[in-house]
């Protein structure tokens, strides 16, 4: 399978503009809802639907373990692999970010 990139920001001070520190932010990018995570001075990528009931991460909240926590039920999900902390659902799918030298680029199947 092949990955499409689609640029998200012209670089790192407008990802800051846009996602303030330990930030959500829902998008939509090539027709799929994800939640835009910025934590730790990095950027994360999740698809924005928990994979147990479907409820929207963007309105979810991080902790300190880089883990994003769903609003409904909450169950934690690893940024950096998706999995859920005590493996009760499936895991939440990870979308790979990629910093170029004309921007910020989010990488989707």
């Known amino acids: 399978m092949t990955r499409t990139w689609h ?4 670089n790192w001070a407008a ?8 930030g959500i932010r829902r998008a939509t990018v090539d027709g799929i809802k994800v939640s835009l995570i910025r934590y730790r001075e990095e950027l994360w990528a999740v698809n924005d639907q928990c994979p147990h009931m ?3 991460l963007g309105d ?14 909450y169950y ?3 940024l950096s692999n998706g999995q859920e902390a005590e493996n009760r659902c499936d895991d939440l799918e990870v979308y ?7 921007g910020i680029y989010i990488g989707t199947y």
């Open 15 to 22: 990802a800051e503009k846009a996602i303030p520190e330990a």
């Open 76 to 78: 934690r999900f690893k």
């Open 7 to 10: 640029k998200l920001f012209d």
């Open 96 to 102: 790979a970010i990629e910093t170029r030298q004309d």
């Open 54 to 56: 479907k409820a929207s």
């Open 60 to 73: 979810g909240r991080l902790n300190g373990f880089g883990e994003i926590i769903c609003p409904l039920h």
